[in-house]
């Protein structure tokens, strides 16, 4: 069946970096595009970033542009996201999802807090 295991969070103080990882399992991964979401507390859960099958074409929230970076690796069946300048406001649990076979599958997430 379809996993999807998040890892890298923490906490890290404001203006610094984390890289969180996604590895997936059950399906082909190369043939799927991913996404990272994130759920800050009392709001809704937000697109962060999205890559397509080969990581060709990316795309990010505003919010995240310029400070973010989504990559996969195809051979690991691993999808990250380097997170630099990080500000407060990016706190969060952050998902990783792929849609397959048009259901979608979620992690259970990774908590990134930023406070000094």
């Known amino acids: 069946q379809v996993q999807l295991v998040e890892s890298g969070g923490g906490l890290v103080q404001p203006g610094g970096s984390l890289r969180l990882s996604c590895a997936a399992s059950g399906f082909t991964f190369s043939m799927y595009s991913m996404s990272w979401y994130r759920q800050a507390p009392g709001k809704e859960r937000e697109l962060v970033a999205t890559i397509s099958r080969a990581g060709a074409i990316t795309n990010y929230a505003d919010s995240v542009k310029g400070r973010f970076t989504i990559s996969r690796d195809n051979a690991k069946n691993t999808v990250y996201l380097q997170m630099n300048s990080l500000k407060p406001e990016d706190t969060a649990v952050y998902y990783c999802?792929?849609?397959?076979?048009?259901?979608?599958?979620w992690g259970k997430g990774t908590l990134v807090t930023v406070s000094s």
């Open positions: 999802k792929t849609t397959y076979y048009a259901r979608d599958y």
